[in-house]
């Protein structure tokens, strides 16, 4: 099992790397990992377990709850086949298979609806068993896995506890993303291929959450929920204020100990690990907030002078035509 270590790191003199910023701790572990990524170039290679150890020092508490994102750079999630390659009609587990076959999910392709048609080339596998969850998007998922460890003294490692549930928006978990009606989803999904580059099948994502597997696994929503931007982050997980963690993460050295497999290098792209907590204003992307809210003013404004046109033009008596 490969296990890489920077060589290239400013460390200090407890062997830390050193981050700065208390409200948002951004670690980009792609050149920390480079063998790792080197691996993962060739895509032969899927199989391959390699592992990685980020070690960093927490200045400061992170007070309250904590937040851990993956944050990618230059993965185009915008463009428009792209954000076409999903099946919705599959998404909410409905049949939308040809309701002729004795099984929901035997089908051919002359029988796809419309929006599975969407997911070409991920449609089908090789051997023509429809795949599920199809298309582009859900095939590109984020695979990587990270943990956070607390080195309470060079002796004793304490695992952080990170919640997986909490993640998505309502809306997302109990309407858009919902599972076939049969209780055993190994049964429904009976008969269908997993993504060519998923290790699992759809209805054994979480092994330690039986309700977090099938269309409801709560990675593979975010996941779904496209970025405008080629640069952006995403939710993973959530700090589980308990034990040590009660009143957050306490200042001292932390390590991400990462399952490398997402590949980034060959598209040239990039990935970080976040830790972050919330203002009263929410998180720290205020791009769209500011964009909204320059907008909104601007248009106030414009309607305010129309306004003042109108009132002029009217005691003048004049028309606007």
Known sequence: MPVCWSS????????????LDLASEIINYTNICANCAQLRED?????????????????EKMEGDVYMYYKLYGFYQNLYRYILSRSNS???GKDIWSESLPKALLIDASSCTQDVKNCSPFQLSQN?????????IANSIFNDTITLSYNLNSSINIEVPMLKSGLTWWTDKYVKFRNPTSSDLASAFAGSAKPPHWAKPIYELDIDDPGNNGFINEDLIVWMRTAAFPTFKKLYRRLNRVHNFVEGLPAGNYSFNISYNFPVTVFQGEKSVVLSTLTWIGGGGLFLGLTYTVTGALTLLASFAILAIYLMLKRNKKSFL
């Open 128 to 136: 023509g068993t429809p795949i599920i969850p199809c298309g582009a």
């Open 90 to 92: 599959q998404l909410v």
């Open 43 to 59: 895509s032969s290679n899927f199989d391959k377990e390699c592992t990685c150890s980020v070690p960093f020092y927490l200045p």
């Open 8 to 19: 290239e790191l400013n460390w200090d003199t407890d062997w830390t790397l050193q981050v």
